[in-house]
């Protein structure tokens, strides 16, 4: 036990020691944590009051970055596939941080719902037994089992492997193989159900379209890797981790055929809903034309169709793909793209018009745009900090055994 | 023999409190409902008619009238081409109304006279659909006579002023809400 | 057998957490049993006749603490052999708004921020009609009603028998009621506003903060699923004035309704007025097309 408590301060004493750069990060997010709270404390002390969405747009940005984020999480899948599948070692190497950025989204996916709700004290009501979970019935309590389970087997399998590479010279993954398996499905399924949480739904003629799942995931395929390709080139220059330029480009070449597919998808929903122009399109009107005036969607959209575009043409060819700058451009490009697509561009409109035809514009208040700043925040300081623990223990720095010593756990 | 004759008065008794007891209201298209809100109170010294009618001379001549009654003339808007007064008051009898065979009726039972050329309307009031509901969904229901609600004479409703519009969402915001000067009904309290 | 090892999971689970939480969290000084009481407040549905009693009077203290009124909760369940049906004559709809304020003053709605259950849309003659909701509008405020070349058609909860609002809670606090009612606990609603995405009718609102009343027009006849006054962060809906209905009453907004346009039935009675409007008019329902069935009927009468 003591050696426990002993290891596990030896695991986090790293997150306190670093560079002033180090400091100037942390203390820049923990800015905007202290921000963030300072608004949710007004929020949790008014109600949401505090935020714009009302009856007529119910759901807000809060919702639109949790959508968001279950891509992000979802897309560790990318990194699981070629690694474990099909033993690619540049990309074996860093699926682990393609893991715990899931675990990073995923806490934020929660907090991001959880921020949401109206009653965070009657949360327990959701969970099976304890409370009365709607299941099978409600796709929100699908939601928050395959959340949960995500979080879990990403746990578990970031754990498993940081504890066998401190502890043992040679490990292996057997024991847990069949948990890293069941993630990819997985994976898939937490989009898939957050997907289906608004596809059904036949009130809303914007999301009751069955492209909505795999959008969402074509969505997710091209987000979350451009993430990580953005971190990961971060992470080895401020650590000596060594990521390759070859990890990179074999996820930019996979992030190319997300986008050709998310971009495709898309266009199939824009012709089926112009083209037999019923009284659904309404609100496609609202998201790529304005709808009687009201357009305050519109730039945003064409700007996310653009950068999608533009990032297309970039990762399309491998000459400009491979080239560090324009891969970044592209990253960035597709990340704020998707950002706009699958966060308020989906999320909103779903309720523009209402169901009663009434148009809100629907734009977040400072209290909503800073409460998310906060949580985004404190994403990105958990991963740090995961990073933190991580990268020591990854590069042999951190070692819970002497080499002479050295048990050897046969596979 | 004689027990029955003692006991017919008491019998009969019976027979009339239960018909008093029994159910006051019957509903359905056919039979005719039976409990009543008072019937529309007429202006003070207009009824009965007979009072001013009873020595005056029957004009039987369509005409527009001058001289008393001027406001219903004026305002007769009761497919006043086709009708005027005596189509349902009683020349002979000012003090009752008449059905096109010629029965008299009290002013109380209008809706006889109303439902001879408004029967669709009649079938539904009769059920309960057309009208003002109140009363019980599963008991007694308060039927109104036509006239309760309708001026015999200008029979399509006014118009009326519209209670305030909602508020649009961009109004609902977190100001300081003061006790009294939360905004009241405008409807009143509940009774 | 399963629902009943939930239970006793349950149970045990709250015992031990409320008095582990006992235990270790409440300050000693402002230690409220009440607070825990409401905290681990029990689903409508699985109260026994003696939780409901109390927690009614619990619920009737908080109450009498929050708005200095005598408030009486009701739990009158369902009648047998009922199941209410709702018509509404749009011949006769002169969209006056007087069922918008009945039902606030009936169903303690929320004033500031204003909340009301009843939305009437102001339509043109000879649009596309009532398919095309994005023609209406809510907000029209002439001098007079009704204004020439307008109709009107009120919405408000259509209790489905389908009802994709009950189907979409992730927490089972809203669900259709033996008589039919869509109903809402207010103290299991957790929030989401899943409901409210789910709902084709937008008859579902949310308590986006605080709501308040004048002391002196609540009402004080309430139903507990019905229109005892709310908490911030739960949505709330039109009951059919359940704490009226149950009790053989005609909703407020029927009663009040000054053109007659308003009926209200039990459906499963042949005689009643609702049975006859479906067997003698030509009635629709909003939005057939989604088969939510609802028990709310369109007519025009003649």
Redesign the interface.
């Known amino acids: 036990m003591s050696q426990f408590i002993k290891n596990s301060v030896a695991c986090l004493s790293p997150v306190t020691k670093g560079n002033k750069y180090y400091y100037l990060w942390v203390g820049f997010l923990g800015i905007l944590i202290c921000f963030g709270a300072f608004y949710y404390i007004q929020q949790l002390r ?1 109600g949401l ?2 935020t714009n969405m ?4 119910s759901w807000g940005l809060y919702i639109s970055n949790f959508t968001f984020l279950v891509g992000v999480a979802a897309a560790a899948v990318l990194l699981v596939v070629p690694a474990y599948i099909y033993h690619f070692k540049p990309i074996h190497e860093i699926v682990l941080f393609g893991e715990l950025m899931a675990v990073v989204a995923v806490t934020m996916c929660l907090m991001f719902v959880s921020i949401d709700m109206g009653r965070l004290d009657r949360a327990w009501h959701i969970l099976p037994f304890i409370g009365m979970m709607h299941f099978p019935a409600s796709m929100l309590a699908w939601d928050v089992v395959v959340l949960n389970g995500y979080l879990a087997i990403n746990v578990i399998v970031t754990f498993y492997a940081l504890y066998m590479m401190a502890h043992h010279k040679e490990f292996s993954f057997k024991p847990i193989y069949p948990i890293i398996i069941l993630s990819i499905p997985w994976a898939i399924g937490i989009h898939t159900v957050t997907a289906f949480l608004y596809n059904g739904l036949p009130s809303r003629p914007f999301w009751n379209a069955s492209i909505l799942a795999p959008r969402f995931i074509a969505g997710a395929l091209c987000s979350g890797p451009a993430l990580m390709i953005i971190v990961f080139q971060i992470v080895r220059k401020v650590s000596d981790i060594k990521i390759t330029n070859r990890a990179l480009f074999k996820i930019a070449q996979l992030v190319a055929y997300a986008v050709g597919i998310d971009m495709f998808l898309e266009g199939c929903e824009i012709f089926k809903e112009f083209y037999s122009n019923s009284i659904h399109l309404a609100p496609m009107k609202y998201v790529y034309l304005g709808l009687d005036g009201n357009y305050n969607l519109v730039p945003w959209t064409w700007a996310a169709i653009i950068a999608i575009a533009i990032a297309f043409i970039i990762f399309l060819q491998k000459r400009t793909r491979e080239n560090i700058l324009l891969l970044n451009i592209g990253c960035v490009l597709i990340f704020f793209g998707v950002y706009i697509e699958k966060g308020m561009g989906c999320v909103v409109p779903g309720f523009i018009p209402g169901t009663l035809g009434e148009i ?1 514009q629907y734009s977040p208040s400072f209290t909503e745009k800073a409460i998310s700043a906060g949580v985004f925040a404190f994403g990105a300081l958990f991963y740090t900090f995961l990073l933190k623990i991580a990268i020591p223990i990854y590069t042999g720095k951190l070692r819970f055994y002497k080499d002479e010593d050295a048990d050897k756990v046969t596979a | 023999m004689g027990i029955l004759r003692k006991a017919g008065p008491l019998l009969g008794l019976l027979l009339v409190l239960s018909l008093r007891i029994g159910p006051t209201i019957v ?3 056919d039979a005719m409902p039976k409990l009543f809100v008072p019937a529309p109170p007429f202006a003070d010294g207009i009824f009965p008619c007979s009072d001013c009618h009873a020595d005056m001379e029957v004009n039987l001549h369509k005409r527009k009238l001058t001289e008393e009654h001027v406001k219903i003339s004026k305002e007769f808007s009761h497919a006043a081409d086709r009708q005027w007064c005596f189509n349902c008051h009683t020349p002979k009898n000012r003090d009752m109304l008449h059905l096109s065979d010629g029965r008299l009726i009290p002013f109380t039972k209008v809706e006889l006279l109303c439902g001879q050329c408004h029967g ?2 009649f079938r ?1 009031w009769k ?13 007694k229901k308060v039927y109104r006579h036509c006239t309760s ?1 309708h001026n015999p004479h200008s029979p399509k ?1 006014k ?12 109004q ?3 100001h300081r ?1 003061i ?2 000067q ?9 009774q | 057998m399963t629902t009943k090892k939930n239970k006793l999971t349950r149970r045990n689970f709250l015992k031990g957490a409320t008095a582990g939480a006992a235990a270790l969290a409440i300050p000693v000084g402002t230690a409220d049993a009440s607070i825990w009481e409401a905290f681990f407040q029990k689903h409508f549905k699985e109260m026994t006749a003696a939780d409901k009693v109390r927690v009614i009077k619990r619920l009737e203290e908080e109450y009498k603490e929050d708005y200095d009124r005598d408030i009486k909760i009701a739990t009158t369940p369902a ?1 047998p052999g ?1 199941k209410f049906g709702y ?1 509404l004559d749009l011949s006769r709809c ?5 069922c ?3 039902c ?3 169903n303690n709605q929320s ?4 909340i ?1 259950w009843i ?1 009437v849309l102001q339509f043109e003659k000879g649009e596309k009609g009532v398919s095309n909701l994005e023609e209406a509008t ?9 204004e020439d070349g307008h109709f009107y058609m009120p919405v408000q909860c259509q209790h489905c028998e389908n009802p994709p609002c009950v189907r979409a809670c992730p927490t089972q606090a809203t669900w259709k009621e033996p008589d039919g009612i869509v109903v809402i606990d207010y103290n299991w609603c957790i929030g989401c506003r899943y409901c409210m995405a789910a709902c084709p009718y937008g008859a579902r609102h949310f308590n ?2 605080k709501p ?6 609540i ?1 004080p006849n309430t139903h507990y699923l019905g229109n005892r006054p709310r908490y911030r962060g739960v949505v709330e809906k039109c009951t059919f004035c359940i704490q009226r ?1 149950r009790a ?3 909703p407020a907004c ?7 346009a ?5 459906l499963l ?1 042949p ?3 609702i049975r ?2 479906i067997e ?1 008019k030509r009635v629709f329902r909003l939005k057939e097309d989604l088969n939510t069935s609802p028990k709310f009927f369109y007519f025009f ?2």
């Open positions: 008014y009051i505090v009302r009856d007529q747009v809100y | 509903y359905g298209a669709t309307i539904d059920a309960g659909v057309h009208g003002k509901r109140t009363g019980q969904w599963n008991g609600c409703f118009k009326i002023t519209p209670m305030p519009p909602p508020m649009h969402p961009w609902i915001t977190n809400i006790k009294d939360i905004p009241k009904n405008p409807l009143g309290n509940i | 009648m009922v018509g002169i969209g006056c708004r007087r918008v304020y009945a606030v003053r009936e004033r500031d921020p204003q009301q939305t809510k907000y029209y405020d002439p001098k007079k009603v009704p986006w903060r308040s009343i004048r002391k002196e027009e009402n209905t053989g009453r005609y029927v009663e009040v309704c000054p053109v007659g308003r009926k209200f039935g039990n009675d005689k009643s007025e006859y409007c003698n009468a003649t």
